[in-house]
């Protein structure tokens, strides 16, 4: 996943449902002595609006917690959308607009307080290693540097196959790869994990390989190539929002046709386009562990 020189401003045409980080604030400054308790936080996804509905299926929202044994004070620091999730899987159509329009940035949110409910009750909230304020006020430095250059969100991991060994194309960049960089940060300043298990979640789109297209530019600009064009935006038609259940059926019909029955998908990462020649079992949702890392004490050490 590419890094960027810098977080461009959103254009105004992208639009949130929820407000992005609504009570966000600052990372504060720890005293050097403090003794910071580090958790690990998990939750299904959209839990406020559709309960454990999401948390049956495994889709959950990862995030990390802190407590401040000098002042008593949660906080919370969590990585997500800035549009939602379908704004940054799929991009708008906009009439008169050839390419399509990409509302996909993400970016960290840290503000007081843990809402224990919330974590709790469908999801976890568990202790998971013990910091000095020193490490925390570094790890908030390599915070802002992660925030300002990893700034597009992706949903989708690309692999060859089901396979434990399989050649991953793509990887996601999502809310739990956030909260795994923090915690080997955490690791390289000489946290110790405790030795628990901790599983997350992936999507995984299952391809050949990639053929690489080219990017807005040059698929979609005075000289791009029309045919192309009319494909890319063709395949993202079907995936707009739904007034209607009836639309959703056709157009649901159309992506199972296009994926499934034609093997295609049109993969937009790192501001490119790739074409995916899709295999079975084309889609899965895993839920997998993936280690907590293993830190060895420095000079930050507790």
Not at 30 to 58: C, N, S, T
Not at 109 to 133: M, P, Q, R
Not at 142 to 171: C, H, L, M, R
Request: charged share 20%.
């Amino acid at each position: 996943h590419r890094r960027f020189d810098y977080r461009p401003k959103t254009d105004p045409y992208c639009q949130a449902r929820y407000t992005f980080c609504p009570t966000g604030s600052a990372i504060p400054v720890m005293k050097e002595e403090d003794v910071i308790e580090v958790y690990r936080l998990q939750a299904p996804v959209w839990e406020f609006k559709y309960g454990d509905l999401l948390g049956h299926l495994k889709i959950m929202h990862d995030a990390v917690g802190f407590k401040s044994s000098l002042t008593g004070k949660n906080y919370t620091m969590e990585w997500y959308e800035l549009f939602q999730l379908g704004n940054c899987t799929f991009p708008h159509l906009r009439p008169g607009v050839d390419a399509p329009f990409w509302c996909n940035q993400g970016a960290a949110c840290f503000y007081e307080g843990i809402d224990d409910a919330h974590w709790k009750e469908n999801g976890t909230l568990v202790l998971v290693t013990t910091i000095s304020g020193t490490m925390f006020n570094e790890m908030a430095k390599w915070v802002k540097y992660d925030n300002e250059t990893g700034i597009y969100y992706e949903t989708w991991t690309v692999q060859a196959s089901p396979d434990k060994q399989s050649i991953v194309w793509f990887d996601a960049y999502e809310c739990s790869k956030f909260i795994l960089r923090t915690y080997q940060k955490l690791a390289d300043l000489g946290a110790v994990f405790k030795k628990i298990q901790t599983n997350y979640t992936s999507i995984i789109l299952f391809s050949g390989e990639p053929i690489y297209l080219g990017n807005e530019t040059s698929i979609f600009g005075p000289q791009g190539n029309k045919t192309l064009a009319a494909a890319v935006r063709d395949f993202y038609y079907p995936f707009k929002p739904h007034r209607t259940v009836g639309e959703f059926f056709v157009d649901l019909l159309k992506i199972i046709d296009r994926v499934i029955l034609n093997h295609q998908f049109y993969l937009f990462y790192n501001l490119e386009y790739w074409f995916l020649p899709m295999k079975f079992p084309y889609l899965k949702i895993i839920y997998e562990e993936v280690p907590l890392p293993i830190g060895s004490k420095t000079s930050f050490g507790v």
